[in-house]
């Protein structure tokens, strides 16, 4: 990345390879090499790609192509600079707004639906830009584990608007038309129904450092610290 952008104005807001935490850096790879295995052959859309390393390699596990797009121009600027390629293409966009990219036979949207306030319009506009039984890969953090003493519409930090519980977020899907729902999950761990324990367990444990990036099926009596939800139209 060129540092003249990332090194001297990285908020932490998104992740950057290289200068975000390695923590972070394993989390964001395996939700793309997760999502590869779904690729070969697709038309995809990687929405809120980022600086577009994440697009980069859905080209490259062989879809037919691969249109990643980011509300920040700067993330624009530098994936067309780092990325572009043959059949692989980058454009500014806002998800609240229609995409009007034609259809996708496959949507990618990792760690970004938490972000967005509008995000029922959001998650409409993906289900309206898939082909039929395409499918949407998506993301976010479990706030039963980042933030369980918080309600559905509570502001969890500086750049969160909300996060969603797994049922929560099901039924989001579900409502906006979503079917043939699966779970997966990272970081899976196990979670206290009391505060203190939860509290004191994630304090001497530390269970995220030590639980799996890997996205993995949903695992009995285990909560993941971030859920990846594939549904199809």
Same mark, same amino acid.
């Given at each position: 990345? #060129?540092? *003249?952008? %990332?090194?001297?104005?990285?908020?932490?807001?998104f992740?950057?390879p290289?200068?975000?935490?390695?923590i +972070?850096?394993?989390? $964001?790879?395996? =939700?793309?090499?997760?999502a590869?295995?779904? &690729?070969?052959?697709?038309?995809?859309?990687?929405?809120?790609?980022?600086?577009? %390393?994440?697009?980069? +390699?859905?080209?490259?596990?062989?879809?037919?192509?691969?249109l990643?797009?980011?509300?920040?121009?700067?993330?624009?600027?530098?994936?067309?600079?780092?990325?572009?390629?043959?059949?692989?293409?980058?454009?500014?966009?806002? &998800? *609240?707004?229609?995409?009007?990219?034609?259809k996708?036979?496959?949507?990618?949207?990792?760690?970004?639906?938490? $972000?967005?306030?509008?995000?029922?319009? *959001?998650l409409?506009?993906?289900?309206?830009?898939?082909?039929?039984?395409?499918?949407?890969?998506i993301?976010?953090?479990? #706030?039963?584990?980042?933030?369980?003493?918080?309600?559905?519409?509570? #502001?969890?930090?500086?750049? $969160?608007?909300?996060?969603? *519980?797994?049922?929560?977020?099901?039924?989001?899907?579900?409502?906006h038309?979503f079917?043939?729902?699966?779970?997966?999950?990272? =970081?899976?761990q =196990?979670?206290?129904?009391?505060?203190?324990f939860?509290?004191?367990?994630? =304090?001497?444990?530390?269970?995220? #450092?030590?639980?799996?990036?890997?996205?993995?099926?949903?695992?009995?009596?285990?909560?993941?610290?971030y859920?990846?939800?594939?549904?199809?139209r």
């Amino acid at each position: 990345m #060129r540092e *003249t952008i %990332y090194e001297k104005k990285y908020s932490g807001e998104f992740f950057v390879p290289g200068i975000s935490p390695k923590i +972070i850096e394993e989390e $964001h790879f395996e =939700r793309y090499k997760f999502a590869a295995k779904y &690729a070969h052959g697709k038309r995809i859309l990687d929405i809120a790609c980022g600086v577009g %390393y994440g697009s980069k +390699i859905l080209i490259e596990a062989g879809a037919s192509s691969v249109l990643g797009c980011d509300i920040l121009e700067d993330n624009i600027k530098n994936a067309i600079d780092q990325y572009k390629s043959d059949n692989l293409e980058f454009k500014v966009k806002d &998800a *609240t707004k229609p995409l009007l990219e034609g259809k996708f036979d496959l949507i990618a949207c990792f760690e970004t639906i938490e $972000h967005i306030d509008d995000f029922k319009t *959001t998650l409409n506009n993906f289900y309206e830009s898939l082909m039929p039984d395409g499918q949407l890969i998506i993301s976010s953090p479990n #706030r039963k584990i980042t933030e369980p003493y918080l309600g559905p519409n509570d #502001r969890t930090s500086t750049y $969160h608007v909300r996060e969603f *519980t797994i049922n929560e977020f099901h039924a989001h899907l579900i409502e906006h038309g979503f079917k043939n729902i699966e779970l997966y999950g990272q =970081r899976q761990q =196990r979670v206290f129904s009391y505060p203190f324990f939860e509290k004191h367990y994630k =304090r001497i444990f530390k269970p995220s #450092r030590k639980a799996s990036p890997k996205v993995e099926p949903s695992k009995n009596n285990l909560e993941p610290q971030y859920f990846v939800m594939i549904g199809s139209r």
